[in-house]
Every structure is written in structure tokens, then in C-alpha cells.
């Protein structure tokens, strides 16, 4: 506690007499008592007896005893008692607006409130209603004295407010159903400053339920760092913590794909059991029993004459992200032939394009979408002839991507599976280009 020496309180004092001053009129008023009451309260002392038969003197008893008797007061007082030994205690947080109302009973007219030895400009006290107000800006212990006066009376309240840091908290407010929003690009490295306030002691921050190592926040920074490349959307939380307090952040990272260079095509004869085929942006092909075992990278798939083909494909990134909206009703891709005899048949209700070749020969399919597209060869063999499929150029280990080894169905080739072919039977590889 500050101790505080008599010359700075009778300086208080001073400055609280002259604020107080302002509403006084007249050197022979009472604080709170107008100039007239003060004259009328006087007047009998200067007035003439009026004219009548009783003595000068007895006329002079019955007015001067109520003119010169005072009115009763009491001595003045806060209402919340205090010493120095035994300040009264008050609380209040670091940035959470701060009042309190002192209030006192006794005194002679009206009482004026001063703060003295305020911790800061920024507290202050009313002089007429005694409200103390302040927004603290920092945590700790600050001791004053409050100070009343009225009439020739001075009272002192000494006060010792304790102010706590405020709660931990994030700046950017988040909570588990209304998470905070951020949007990244696969294979873009994408970070965020997460910044905590309030609390006491050193900061430090976590990453929790982390999808994968691709995300990871600084401790001592704070900073979120992702270069996952698999689209989707991410939700995890970022913790601070300091001292024994902790905040959560709930975080939904939504990784968009990044540009599209081609599209991932299935092939299939239509056949529930047949052969079909994965044609990736380069054009590589790679064949797949009925089963979805990989028989490897073959040059051109085989086809027969008068024979249909069932045709499904869809734009992606170089991570093997579509990089269409996977909504019902979105657009087929766009397929076209070298060969102008090939009639090509869209089917928006099972989501592909069928394709029947009338003439024997090589045909060049292209698959379009999304700005981007895929040429792949069919070698259609004619009917008087048995057909001969291409070799594997492959291990049947290899396909024409690199990436993780778990192998995930391709949910946007569904319109193959229910068209009768059997692509959407295998599990297929999770890939990069």
C-alpha cells in the first residue's frame, strides 16, 4: 500500500473544497442551501418589531429563539467502513470496464467526492455522485483513498481494488458448432497467426485432433502451417496455454483443389465381371480385372466392331483431386472421336457417355471438362477377326500415379457401376501425378 502523507491529503482536500464550491453561494451558506433560504434564515435578526402593545422585549423572545437554534446533523460518514489497516476490497479484470458508487450519510449540505492518489488518470471519481470508473489495463494491486467532505467535515475511505488479468481468449472467437472458417489450396502452403490474450505467465499453442502430420501449429508462435494436398474439408482445434488457463480455437480448414490439368477417365465394356480401364491425365491406361485386380499399363484398350464402350470422366488436379463440385445433376464431361462414324450417346441418368464403333480401326477418344482434357486410343477389331488385347507394359504393381499405398473407392464414377460396368468395384490408389 502507497502511503500517502498529510500535506498530499489536505492538497485533495483543497481540490475537492473548490469543486464543491461551485454550488455554495454566498460566504454565510451551507453547502447545499441556496442564497435566498440563507437570507430568510437571517432575517429576523435585522427586521423591526411590528407595531403593537407588547413589550419590545417579549416580542423580541418569541423570534429570536427559532431564528438562532440550528438544524440537527450527524457526523459524516462512509457507509462502507474502512481503515488503513483494513482497506475496503474491491475486484475487477484487466479490460472489463470497472465502477463503484461510494456513498455516505451525515454531514452539513452537500458532500463532494475527490479520489486521491489515483493509480492513473484513468480513474476517476465523480465529485457529485461518488461513482469510482476505470477501465484497468493492468493486472495487480492498487491502493487509494476516497475522500468526502461536506461543510467543514472530511471523511477518507481507503480502498484497495485488486485487479485480475483477463480470461484467455482467442481474438478471433470460434466455438465447436460455429467453428472458424479458413480456406487453403491443395498442395499450397497455407498458414494462419493465431494469436491469444488475457491471463498471466507464458503462452504457448497446440495443435489437437490434428487430420494428419501435413498440419502443425508453432508453439511459441502460434502459427498454423498445412501442405495437405488431398482436397476436403479439415476440422481440428488449436489450444493456448498459460499457466493453468487454457483456450480452445475450433478450427474447419476447407482445402480446395488446386488447378485442373486433365481428367481420370473408366472405360468399361458395360460387362457386370469384364475388363475395364482408368485412363489418367496423361493418357496412361491402366487395366483392372472384374475383380479390381491391377493387371498393369496397356497402350490402347480393345474393342470389338459394333461393339459399345461406356465412358465416365471427371477434371482433377495434379493430386488426383476433381476439381468439379461432386453435386447431383453436374455436367458429363464432353467426349469426342477421331472417327466420324462413332455414334456417342450421352446418358445424364447413369452419369455416362456410351460410344459404339461402327468400322474397324484405331479411334482417338478425347474426354473434356473443366477447360482441360484426356485422349486415350481404342483399338477396335472387326468382327471377322478375334479381337486381341494389347499387352501389359506394366508390373501390374505400378500405375501411371505415386502416392499413398491405401486404396479408397472413387465415389464419382458411380454412374459406370449403376450403367452395368464394374469400375466402381475396385479399390483404387489415392494418387499424385
Not at 112 to 135: C, F, K, M, R
Amino acid at each position: 500500500m502507497r502511503s500517502t502523507t498529510s500535506s498530499s491529503r489536505r492538497r485533495a482536500a483543497l481540490v475537492a473544497a473548490t469543486a464543491i464550491a461551485v454550488v455554495t453561494v454566498g460566504s454565510g451558506a451551507a453547502f447545499g442551501v441556496s442564497a435566498a433560504n440563507a437570507a430568510t434564515d437571517t432575517a429576523p435578526a435585522s427586521t423591526s418589531a411590528p407595531a403593537t402593545t407588547a413589550p419590545a422585549a417579549t416580542a423580541q423572545a418569541a423570534t429570536t429563539p427559532a431564528a438562532a437554534t440550528p438544524a440537527a446533523s450527524t457526523a459524516l460518514a462512509f457507509t462502507e467502513p474502512s481503515t488503513k489497516a483494513d482497506p475496503l476490497a474491491l475486484s475487477a479484470t484487466v479490460g472489463t470496464p470497472f465502477s463503484h458508487t461510494f456513498h455516505t450519510t451525515g454531514g452539513n449540505g452537500t458532500v463532494g467526492y475527490a479520489i486521491q492518489d489515483a493509480p492513473s488518470s484513468a480513474w476517476t471519481v465523480n465529485v457529485e455522485t461518488g461513482v469510482l470508473s476505470t477501465t484497468p489495463t493492468t493486472a495487480g494491486t492498487f491502493d487509494f483513498e476516497v475522500v468526502a467532505l461536506s461543510g467543514g467535515e472530511q471523511v477518507t475511505e481507503y480502498v484497495r481494488v485488486t485487479v485480475a488479468p483477463s480470461p484467455l481468449s482467442f481474438t478471433e472467437p470460434s466455438t465447436k458448432a460455429q467453428p472458424l472458417a479458413l480456406t487453403a489450396t491443395a498442395g499450397t502452403t497455407f498458414t494462419h497467426t493465431f494469436r491469444a490474450v488475457g491471463g498471466s505467465g507464458s503462452l504457448a499453442y497446440a495443435i489437437q485432433d490434428a487430420p494428419s502430420s501435413a498440419f502443425t501449429v508453432n508453439v511459441s508462435t502460434g502459427v498454423l502451417t498445412s501442405t495437405e494436398t488431398t482436397a476436403g474439408t479439415y476440422d481440428f482445434e488449436v489450444v493456448a496455454l498459460r499457466g493453468k488457463t487454457t483456450a480452445t480455437e475450433y478450427v474447419r480448414l476447407t482445402v480446395r483443389p488446386a488447378a485442373p490439368i486433365g481428367l481420370i477417365t473408366f472405360v468399361g465394356h458395360g460387362t457386370p465381371g469384364s475388363t475395364a480401364y482408368e485412363v489418367g491425365p496423361s493418357g496412361t491406361i491402366t487395366a483392372f480385372t472384374g475383380t479390381g485386380k491391377d493387371l498393369g499399363t496397356v497402350s490402347s484398350i480393345p474393342a470389338k466392331q459394333n461393339g459399345t464402350l461406356v465412358v465416365s470422366g471427371i477434371a482433377v488436379d495434379r493430386f488426383g483431386n476433381s476439381t468439379e463440385p461432386q453435386t447431383t445433376g453436374q455436367p458429363l464431361a464432353t467426349l469426342t472421336s477421331s472417327v466420324a462414324s462413332d455414334r456417342i450417346v450421352p446418358d445424364t441418368a447413369k452419369h455416362v457417355v456410351r460410344i459404339t464403333f461402327p468400322h474397324a480401326s484405331q479411334h482417338r477418344l478425347t474426354v473434356s471438362q473443366d477447360g482441360v482434357s484426356t485422349s486415350f486410343t481404342v483399338a477396335v477389331q472387326p468382327l471377322a477377326t478375334t479381337a486381341v488385347a494389347t499387352s501389359a507394359t506394366g508390373t501390374g504393381a505400378t500405375l501411371a500415379y505415386t502416392g499413398a499405398d491405401e486404396r479408397t473407392p472413387i465415389a464419382w464414377g458411380a454412374g459406370l457401376l449403376a450403367a452395368g460396368a464394374t469400375l466402381l468395384g475396385f479399390r483404387l490408389r489415392r494418387r499424385r501425378i
